[in-house]
């Protein structure tokens, strides 16, 4: 699948898993402090700190991230569906949480929390759909 909008998702999940990933794992109480990073703490404010429970959030991320690279070095429709499979798994319920719980934070965290969080749910979303269309495509041709 050599698709440059499934390719550009790819990075994008990709991207993000690791960044989350790497910071949780590697460095679990500047995540539970500092996340999302700018002066803002979208973690902190829902509870003590339990390093275990980062650490496993950040090895979770990077789990995705290597499957999203694999996905993104030998593309296939079958691979691509399950990355964005598996992120729908993780992430909508995340997005879920978060939005019955908006009373944690300000205006300003409670716009950019959803929409970042909108956009792990809607990239995979994205990458279903696309990985489909040009899988059709190939059929059709």
Do not use: C
């Given at each position: 699948?050599?698709?440059?909008?499934?390719?550009v998702?790819?990075?994008?999940?990709?991207?993000?898993?690791a960044?989350?990933?790497?910071?949780?794992?590697?460095?679990?109480?500047?995540?539970?402090?500092d996340?999302?990073?700018?002066?803002r703490h979208?973690?902190?404010?829902?509870?003590p700190?339990?390093e275990?429970?980062v650490?496993?959030?950040?090895?979770?991320?990077l789990?995705?991230?290597?499957?999203?690279?694999?996905?993104?070095?030998?593309?296939?429709?079958y691979?691509?569906?399950?990355?964005?499979?598996?992120?729908?798994?993780?992430?909508?319920?995340?997005?879920?949480?978060?939005?019955?719980h908006?009373?944690?934070f300000?205006?300003s965290?409670?716009?950019?929390?959803?929409?970042?969080?909108?956009?792990?749910v809607?990239?995979?979303?994205?990458?279903?759909?696309?990985?489909?269309?040009t899988?059709e495509?190939?059929i059709?041709?």
């Amino acid at each position: 699948m050599r698709d440059n909008r499934v390719r550009v998702l790819l990075v994008i999940v990709g991207v993000g898993n690791a960044v989350v990933g790497f910071w949780a794992a590697l460095a679990p109480h500047s995540f539970f402090d500092d996340f999302p990073g700018a002066g803002r703490h979208w973690v902190a404010v829902d509870g003590p700190f339990n390093e275990h429970l980062v650490r496993d959030v950040g090895t979770l991320n990077l789990a995705l991230a290597a499957v999203a690279l694999a996905a993104l070095l030998r593309s296939s429709r079958y691979l691509v569906q399950v990355l964005a499979g598996a992120e729908l798994v993780y992430t909508l319920p995340h997005l879920l949480y978060h939005a019955a719980h908006l009373d944690l934070f300000d205006t300003s965290d409670k716009v950019t929390l959803m929409v970042s969080l909108g956009i792990t749910v809607l990239a995979p979303i994205a990458l279903l759909l696309s990985s489909s269309r040009t899988a059709e495509r190939a059929i059709t041709r």
